[in-house]
């Protein structure tokens, strides 16, 4: 079980990543439960902030498959991962447990 922080994720997207990740613990910014994983809106946050806030933890973003600056501006702060949030639907639990180290 991953401890994920969330940040800038809404309430309507969290309850489905809680629905796709059963077993895994989401929690957000104001807790103080350490992250094994952080996944993050990019359309709703500063994709260089969030990398340099948790640069030893693998970062998750996604936004809109439209918001290719969104896209390109997690790639640029060293994102793991950058999605679309249909893609990021489709793999998540796959690419969580590839970056906290689990089997499939």
Do not use: W
């Not at 401890?3 to 990740?21: A, N, P, Q």
């Not at 994709?47 to 933890?57: L, R, S």
């Amino acid at each position: 079980m991953a401890t994920i922080l969330l940040c800038g994720v809404d309430l309507f997207f969290r309850g489905k990543l809680e629905g796709l990740l059963p077993g895994h613990h989401l929690v957000t910014t104001d807790s103080v439960d350490p992250a094994d994983v952080v996944i993050a809106d990019i359309a709703r946050i500063d994709a260089q902030e969030v990398a340099d806030a948790y640069p030893d933890i693998p970062i998750i973003g996604f936004t809109n498959h439209t918001d290719t600056a969104g896209l390109r501006a997690g790639q640029a702060a060293g994102f793991d991962q950058v999605l679309a949030k249909s893609a990021l639907v489709e793999r998540i639990g796959g690419i969580v447990d590839e970056l906290i180290g689990e089997p499939r």
